[in-house]
């Protein structure tokens, strides 16, 4: 059993940047394919990011504002979040699981979530 703690999120303002945080509880944290995804009210869970062992894949709205990272000594996994817009208002989790790169943007693949985060981008 993995569990994951979110972190980070608030309220900004278009155009700041925020970093987001995931603890993870396992001591085979450097195994697991580690993900971000995000929900807006009405919407359907969306992909943002994923970090296998040794690539990243980012979904194309974020791709070069956004950067995912992990630090195995700490457990933890990041995302960076740069150029923020109106439109990435949501609550963001985390999610863990061993993959593969097909699987990284199905939330169904993913075994373990945090509670979420809200980050909420004015105007």
């Known amino acids: 059993q993995v569990q994951l703690v979110d972190s980070g999120g608030g309220l900004v303002q278009a155009g700041a940047s925020l970093r987001l945080s995931c603890a993870a509880s396992?001591?085979?944290?450097?195994?697991?394919?580690m993900g971000w995804f995000r929900q807006a009210p009405g919407k359907e869970r969306e992909f943002v990011a994923a970090l296998l062992l040794s690539s990243t894949i980012y979904a194309d709205s974020v791709k070069g504002r956004f950067t995912i990272s992990r630090d195995n000594a700490k457990n933890t996994v990041y995302l960076q979040m740069n150029g923020l817009k109106p439109e990435d208002t949501a609550v963001y989790y985390c999610?863990?699981?061993?993959?593969?790169?097909?699987?990284?943007?199905?939330?169904?693949?993913?075994?373990?979530w945090g509670q979420g985060t809200q980050v909420t981008v004015s105007s």
């Open positions: 396992t001591r085979t944290f450097s195994s697991y394919t």
């Open positions: 999610a863990a699981a061993l993959l593969g790169s097909a699987y990284v943007r199905n939330p169904n693949r993913y075994d373990y």
